[in-house]
């Protein structure tokens, strides 16, 4: 299996823009989620997937955050407008939803708005 | 709201020394518990998983839980300067894991 699958792995957009980042789970793991890593503030859980079906979505910052999941191996997090204090490193992670196997994470997407 | 506490470092290390990596948790109703390793500029990788009170070994790595005291801790023997690194503990609940912040080790030759 090739992993947990991000794109872009860089994007630098301007203010104002929306930005795109896209995620493909592993084949057979049916919880997805979406992280954003800053120095300030970790590793912080923006919305957890359940067989494709958003079970919490608290940690989306707010209304230009939003994500979906079409299908079981297709996941996007939109941000529209972006802000500079949307740079950050996002991951996508998935799971088995069996005990032992933890979560897979992607490379990440590093995006810097200027 | 639940927190995964971890000191933040640097932790220095020589080579071939035992490094301890310590965290605390706050939900008692956690039932997983997770250490993740991650090199700069890289995501995050699994290299323990612990759920019942006790020690568990893997090659050089034993994962510590007393989940009276809400404590699970790392230890890495004979650690190599390759081990350097930001190590992240993760403690789930109903499949949603919370993340500390990470200790950051560094083992120098």
């Known amino acids: 299996d090739a992993g947990v699958i991000q794109s872009p792995r860089h994007e630098v957009t301007e203010m104002g823009q929306e930005v795109t980042l896209r995620c493909k789970p592993i084949?057979?793991?049916?919880?997805l989620f979406w992280y954003r890593q800053t120095m300030m503030r970790g590793l912080e859980l923006l919305i957890y997937f359940n067989n494709n079906v958003p079970i919490d979505d608290s940690g989306m910052p707010e209304d230009r955050f939003s994500a979906k999941m079409p299908n079981a191996s297709f996941s996007t997090l939109k941000i529209q407008p972006s802000e500079p204090r949307d740079s950050a490193v996002y991951f996508c992670a998935s799971s088995a939803n069996s005990r032992g196997g933890g979560y897979t994470f992607g490379s990440g997407t590093r995006l810097t708005v200027v | 709201q639940k927190e995964v506490e971890q000191n933040s470092g640097p932790l220095s290390v020589p080579e071939g020394a035992i490094a301890s990596l310590n965290c605390t948790y706050s939900d008692r109703v956690s039932q997983s518990f997770f250490w993740y390793r991650q090199y700069s500029g890289k995501s995050p990788e699994l290299i323990m998983s612990?759920?019942?009170?006790g020690d568990k070994e893997d090659g050089r790595f034993t994962a510590q839980l007393n989940k009276a005291s809400q404590y699970v801790s790392l230890l890495i023997r004979d650690s190599q300067p390759s081990d350097s690194a930001t190590y992240l503990c993760?403690?789930?609940?109903?499949?949603?894991?919370?993340f500390g912040r990470g200790t950051s080790l560094i083992v120098h030759p």
């Open positions: 084949s057979g793991h049916n919880s």
């Open positions: 612990i759920y019942s009170n």
């Open positions: 993760a403690v789930e609940g109903s499949y949603i894991p919370t």
